[in-house]
């Protein structure tokens, strides 16, 4: 029997699921970062601003930047390791994967990049101080496998930050449905011609643990020292956790 997950509210199979996705951030690369600003009114970079600080890179580090998209904390995690550090920027998803790498390379960053499965990370165990995801996680299947992965390649001491829109506060819960259901699609269409990616969007966020959920999923993962922040009255939250 196949397995079956969600896509937005949809029941698909999980294999249906991963091309859906894909699908998804194949058309919207191009306009993520135009978009991602009027979505959130620039608030995106300020919750990332947040999660930087949080993870403290300092020189030296090794970190890896999970669901990397276009290279944000990438940039900046580079930019704090220095030359003794490493960096990497890894997605799933080849377009967005590609957006990321050239806009590193303009900066001057020879950060390396790899596409790869957050499922099944291709790097050794106790390897990272710190692995970042931001806004990625929602959109996998096997959330408990890609945190237990997450944990695995970090060293003893290293932090997992996951930054991700979350269960946001109940008084502003009908007012950011409206806005979710009906301008962010139309948003799409106008911007990226495409409705129905930023619909799956606004679903996905819906479907994903709130964040006492989460927080659990992190601690079964066997991470210490669970704890978030909620940004923006729960719009958004940031995760952290240690491996001891």
Aim: with cysteine; aromatic share 10%; net charge neutral.
């Amino acid at each position: 029997m196949t397995n079956t997950t969600h896509f937005g509210y949809q029941t698909v199979s999980e294999d249906e699921k991963v091309h859906k996705v894909a699908e998804v951030f194949h058309s919207v690369a191009a306009k993520y970062d135009v978009m991602n600003d009027l979505m959130s009114g620039g608030l995106h970079r300020v919750w990332k601003a947040f999660t930087i600080a949080q993870a403290g890179v300092r020189p030296g580090f090794k970190v890896l930047d999970i669901a990397g998209g276009t290279g944000d904390l990438s940039k900046a995690f580079a930019r704090q390791a220095g030359p003794t550090g490493e960096v990497w920027l890894t997605d799933i998803n080849e377009s967005m994967l590609r957006v990321g790498r050239d806009r590193l390379l303009n900066k001057g960053l020879m950060t390396p990049t790899l596409l790869c499965d957050a499922e099944k990370l291709p790097f050794p165990s106790n390897y990272f101080d710190r692995v970042s995801v931001a806004f990625g996680l929602r959109n996998m299947t096997h959330k408990d496998a890609a945190l237990a992965e997450m944990r695995r390649v970090l060293k003893p001491g290293g932090k997992l930050l996951v930054l991700e829109f979350s269960k946001v506060n109940e008084a502003l819960q009908k007012p950011y449905d409206l806005y979710s259901f009906s301008v962010l699609p139309w948003l799409g269409k106008r911007i990226a011609n495409d409705a129905e990616s930023y619909r799956y969007l606004a679903e996905s966020i819906r479907m994903h643990p709130d964040q006492e959920t989460l927080k659990s999923m992190m601690e079964t993962a066997g991470l210490e020292r669970v704890e978030y922040f909620n940004l923006t009255a729960g719009v958004a939250a940031l995760h952290t956790g240690i491996k001891l």
